[in-house]
């Protein structure tokens, strides 16, 4: 089950070309709390849009660089495309307050590896509150999942409530916990207005494509 609304408002007012004065790479967000699925949406949209476009990724952990080497072990990209932040504090902080750590390995990976059409940026896990600098990312993807529960999408916070695309994730779970994804409909709504939210189970196959088409549309944006 998924829900496209319509696009959000158009492509920020960011600096579309890099310090050499070619455009550089689109670069998009992806935060929400601990356990969510950021890692398994890098690693589909990865799967997904390889063959098509020049991406790479950088995450963000705290004390590891677990999420890398879950990127890496799966071979979604080959490893010189895949780049870790050990922040050493609290994920937002990395993400928001003093990016410089995140915005110089994306820069390093688009010197290494030349144009990039692509670079996804994953924030170590956060709560509601967690939103990007948008002098990281073009973009950002929020991701929730039922497993708390469907009161989720209510409780708001910016990252529910402003980010350019929500994903609330693992559908296959609801009736397992107990959660009505009509409600969470509902409530994503009253809290986002006409920004979009899409459902998915990233457990079932294509389950990715609405995230993908979504990016494929921001992209296409940002090239013209």
Same mark, same amino acid.
């Given at each position: ?33 601990? $356990? ?57 902080? /990395? ?16 010197? %290494? ?11 170590? $896990? ?13 973009? %950002? ?36 916990? $107990? ?11 009253? %809290? ?14 294509? $389950? ?8 494929? /549309? ?7």
């Amino acid at each position: 089950m998924h829900r496209d609304h319509d696009l959000p408002a158009p492509l920020p007012g960011a600096e579309p070309l890099g310090s050499d004065g070619n455009r550089r790479a689109l670069r998009i967000g992806l935060g929400g709390p601990v $356990g969510s699925g950021k890692t398994a949406t890098v690693a589909a949209l990865c799967r997904e849009l390889r063959d098509e476009l020049s991406l790479a990724v950088v995450t963000n952990d705290i004390y590891t660089t677990e999420d890398a080497e879950f990127l890496l072990r799966n071979a979604v990209l080959p490893p010189e495309r895949i780049t870790a932040v050990e922040t050493g504090c609290c994920p937002h902080t /990395a993400i928001r307050d003093d990016i410089s750590a995140n915005l110089e390995a994306v820069e390093d990976l688009e010197h %290494q590896l030349g144009p990039l059409d692509l670079v996804l940026v994953e924030s170590g $896990g956060d709560n509601l509150t967690a939103t990007f600098s948008k002098g990281l990312v073009d973009f %950002q993807i929020f991701v929730i999942d039922v497993s708390g529960g469907d009161k989720i999408p209510r409780k708001g916070g910016p990252g529910v409530s402003t980010s350019d695309l929500l994903v609330i994730n693992k559908t296959d779970l609801a009736p397992l916990v $107990g959660a009505d994804l009509a409600v969470m409909d509902r409530d994503a709504k009253l %809290q986002r207005g006409s920004l979009p939210v899409v459902f998915c189970s990233l457990a079932t196959e294509g $389950g990715v494509a609405p995230i993908a088409g979504w990016v494929r /549309a921001r992209l296409l944006e940002w090239t013209a």
